[in-house]
């Protein structure tokens, strides 16, 4: 027996940071790099305190590292929710436009399949306002993030047409006491798109009301539970797999949300951060559609021995089951080719409007590096001696290790500091860790 776990994801695009009207957004909570001790923790008003994710983010996603507790945002009012060993709800974003709600739901024990969908009904209420069925909360929970992170001064029409609430997708994870046949058994309604031997995906359009339709995923692990290792890996296998699901349409729901409200002349066409999002948004996605012809002739090489295939496995499962469920996607690359060419953006090679713009993974590995090899008095005084006039700019007081590396990243990002004399500070102080701060270094270039 295994625990059943669902996830209902519902999107929030914001699109405030590209806005041709400015709509200010409180400047904290910090998203990327948030404060995660008191007195002055983050937190989202009305919602909860933010927290770093136990586990593993989500490859290439910067809003899945952090999330904040939203217990205070939405609570299960629905007598069904007795059934469920554990529920949790987490707000996930990251910084720039794409978040999403996130509600799982825990069992430790069989799920028969038809019972699925109904979890969409569960009644839900979101701060105080009456209960709705679960699938239909999205506009709801865009409403609660807006109101707890937009400036009182800004102007709320223009705010309430910037973020958005979208339709949910949901994933349940099952493992079936009688074997993978039983559960398969049942799947007639839904559409196969990955059979392998260590995992089964299916997917369907659920109509929740007239004309509006819930994607589900049912992910069915083949586990040999007699060898604890390899059900261990074909869990996180399934988890990854889950991830990068719900990843996908977070950001298909925000970029389709953007491609709209550019049509409508709310965005500012000379916007960097806008051509900065569709420009990097342009080249994953087509990138993805690149892939997605070789992912379905892959075939994992068993036994998953360590996570570096792990993640190249989960990656391959994904994008064999969306090239079936999601084959309109090429269509959807096409409209944002379509719609950066009427705002007149232009992409650099690299497929950035600026080279020099790095990636959030570059950016978040030397913030861990920081953090990780050096205590707040270190960095200090790493900083006083090697760096004497950016010094005055560290954060003053009793500042974490978390609080001064965020201030040297965003230094290094802006050129404030150069990045090649500070990798050759850190070298020189821990001779010992070369290899792993050279793997930091290379991201930069």
């Not at 974003?93 to 024990?109: E, P, T, Y």
């Not at 679960?134 to 409403?143: P, W």
């Not at 004309?211 to 290792?229: C, F, G, M, Q």
């Not at 491609?259 to 000379?270: C, K, S, T, V, Y």
Request: with cysteine; proline share 7%; net charge neutral.
């Amino acid at each position: 027996m295994s625990d059943f776990v669902a996830n209902v994801c519902f999107p929030l695009s914001d699109l405030r940071a590209f806005a041709a009207v400015p709509v200010p957004r409180l400047g904290r909570p910090d998203w990327v790099f948030p404060a995660l001790v008191p007195p002055n923790r983050d937190f989202v008003s009305g919602c909860g305190a933010m927290r770093k994710r136990t586990g593993r983010e989500v490859p290439g996603w910067p809003g899945s590292r952090y999330f904040c507790k939203a217990r205070r945002m939405l609570s299960l009012c629905d007598p069904r929710t007795a059934q469920f060993a554990n529920t949790y709800k987490r707000l996930f974003f990251d910084g720039l436009s794409v978040g999403c709600v996130s509600v799982g739901l825990v069992r430790h024990d069989d799920v028969p399949l038809p019972e699925f969908p109904q979890f969409l009904s569960l009644s839900v209420r979101v701060g105080s306002r009456r209960p709705r069925a679960l699938a239909t909360i999205g506009g709801e929970l865009a409403d609660r993030f807006r109101h707890a992170t937009t400036s009182h001064s800004a102007r709320a029409d223009l705010a309430i047409r910037l973020v958005e609430g979208q339709i949910p997708v949901m994933l349940g994870e099952f493992w079936h006491e009688g074997g993978p046949d039983a559960l398969l058994a049942e799947t007639s309604e839904y559409l196969p798109v990955l059979d392998w031997p260590v995992l089964s995906v299916f997917y369907r359009d659920f109509e929740i009301i007239e004309n509006v339709r819930v994607p589900l995923w049912v992910l069915i692990r083949k586990d040999a539970y007699h060898i604890e290792k390899q059900a261990e890996i074909r869990r996180s296998l399934c988890k990854h797999v889950r991830n990068q699901l719900i990843r996908r349409h977070c950001e298909r729901a925000a970029l389709a949300h953007t491609l709209r409200a550019a049509r409508a002349g709310l965005l500012d066409p000379a916007s960097a951060q806008l051509k900065k999002y569709l420009c990097e948004a342009l080249e994953w996605w087509s990138q993805d559609l690149d892939a997605r012809a070789a992912s379905s002739r892959f075939a994992p090489d068993l036994p998953i021995t360590n996570d570096h295939e792990l993640r190249a496995v989960a990656l391959a499962a994904v994008r064999t089951a969306e090239a079936t469920a999601n084959a309109s996607d090429e269509d959807f690359v096409g409209d944002v080719r379509e719609c950066m060419d009427q705002l007149g953006i232009r992409c650099a090679p690299s497929g950035g409007p600026d080279a020099s713009l790095q990636s959030s993974e570059a950016w978040r590995s030397l913030h861990d590096l920081l953090m990780n090899l050096f205590s707040a008095d270190e960095i200090r005084t790493m900083v006083t001696i090697n760096f004497p006039a950016f010094a005055p700019h560290l954060p003053g007081g009793p500042a974490s290790p978390a609080d001064l590396a965020t201030s040297i990243v965003k230094a290094v990002g802006s050129g404030a500091l150069r990045r090649d004399d500070l990798f050759e500070v850190i070298r020189k102080e821990r001779l010992s860790l070369t290899a792993e701060i050279t793997k930091v270094q290379a991201l930069w270039k």
